[in-house]
Every structure is written in structure tokens, then in C-alpha cells.
């Protein structure tokens, strides 16, 4: 049974024309993260929710947002495509008790493509 | 800030061979994760290591953590074309709430 969901797998945006990408997951685990992965580079972060508490990394364009508006479901929303941002999105959570995380489960993956 | 590093790049081995991933911290960690991901696949979970000096085995796979938790390495015996993709040693940030991830090493197994 998947346990972290992304829709869709495959994503295909013209430069400029915003995106939205899913994803939800059955752990009821309290984080959620969004990495970016180009080819043959390790995962990105790009920022975090830890429960509510949403956490951007210094370098993570303003081009990206996300929303968390449950336990369940968090999506990255990308306000205005480039060509650099043609990559594999990840989607991972974890269960996190006192501030220290546990495994991260990452889901399969969208990838966008940038026209 | 914290860097994870990883060696070698890349690997290639004749099926059969053995092989070993190394990974360094320039920190003290808490714990080591280790992940396998396929070509076209996403990251999988493989093993969680938190103790300084252990070593955790799942048949041909052997994890270390080393004494001082800043290192760890992967193993593994008579490799097979299975085992190939790209595996990733990640460790907790100074705020122990995400995962700083190596550059991982690329493994090609020649059958």
C-alpha cells in the first residue's frame, strides 16, 4: 500500500505558467518535506513543515511556496516556472517527537518538465 | 554550516566484487541514514544507525558508524546487478529536524 502519494507523476508546464504538484501521505506523520533533485545530484531541501510550522531554506527560491492545509496533504506550488527549475520533486515525511526526526519516507516523485 | 560528504563518486565493480561507500561529516551526529535509490526511482530507506562503533547487517549489506559519530561506511559483499543505483548517507542537521544529505555514490555492477 503507498504510503506517500504524489500526483501527478509526470509533470509538463510551459516557462512562466504556474504549477502546482500533491502530495499526501497515510503515516500520519507530523513532517513533511519538498526536495528538488536535478540529475545525478543528491535530494535538495527546499523547505519543511514540522506539524503547522512551515520552515524555508535560505536558499529556496521565492519562486516556490507550498501549503500544508492538513496532516495529510502538502502541496509545492511553483509561482513561475524557468527552465532551471526542470527537475525531480520529492515529497518525504517523517515522524518527528521532541524535535528530533525519524526515518524519512519519500514518496516517488513528479517530474516536471519545463517547455 | 554542515557538510556531508561522500566517496567515491562513482564505483564501477564486476558482479560478484565487493564494495564500499564512505561517508563523512564535518560534524558529531546524532545518527547515519542510509538510502538506496534506483535509477528513475525515488530514495528508500535502508538502515538508521545511532550508536558510536555499531555495525548493523542485512545479508550482504554491512553498515558501520564510526567510533567518534562522524563516519560511517556501506558494504557490500559479492556484489549483484541488483545493487546498483546510487546510495546516500544522510544525517540530521544542528537542529536535528531535517536530513543533510551526501552528494551519494553511483554504484554500476557489470554482469
Given amino acids: ?115 | 554550516g554542515q557538510q556531508v560528504m561522500q566517496i567515491p563518486q562513482y564505483q564501477h565493480v564486476q558482479e560478484g566484487e565487493d564494495f564500499t561507500t564512505y561517508c563523512n561529516s564535518s560534524t558529531t551526529l546524532s545518527n547515519i541514514q542510509w538510502y538506496k535509490q534506483r535509477p528513475g526511482g525515488h530514495p528508500v530507506f535502508l538502515i538508521q544507525l545511532v550508536k558510536s562503533g555499531e555495525v548493523k547487517k542485512q545479508k550482504r549489506l554491512t553498515f558501520q558508524f564510526g567510533e567518534a559519530k562522524k563516519n560511517s561506511s556501506l558494504h557490500i559483499t559479492a556484489t549483484q546487478t541488483t545493487d546498483v543505483g546510487t546510495y546516500f548517507c544522510a544525517g540530521p542537521d544542528n537542529y536535528g529536524q531535517n536530513f543533510v544529505f551526501g552528494p551519494g555514490t553511483r554504484l554500476s555492477v557489470l554482469p
Avoid at chain 1, 50 to 60: L, M, Q, R
Avoid at chain 1, 74 to 85: E, Q, T, V, Y
Fill in chain 1, 1 to 115: 500500500d503507498a504510503m506517500v502519494i504524489q500526483n501527478p507523476r509526470y509533470q509538463v508546464t510551459q516557462f512562466g505558467k504556474p504549477v502546482t504538484l500533491s502530495c499526501s501521505q497515510t503515516l500520519n506523520h507530523n513532517v513533511m518535506y519538498w526536495y528538488q533533485q536535478k540529475s545525478s545530484q543528491a535530494p535538495k531541501l527546499l523547505f519543511h513543515y514540522y506539524d503547522k510550522d512551515f520552515n524555508n531554506e535560505a536558499d529556496t527560491p521565492d519562486n516556490f511556496q507550498s501549503r500544508r492545509p492538513n496532516t495529510s496533504f502538502c502541496f509545492l506550488d511553483i509561482r513561475s516556472p524557468g527552465l532551471g527549475d526542470a527537475a525531480m520533486y520529492l515529497c518525504a515525511t517523517s515522524r518527528a517527537d521532541s524535535g528530533e526526526t525519524d526515518t524519512q519516507y519519500f514518496g516517488p516523485g513528479t517530474r516536471l518538465t519545463v517547455l
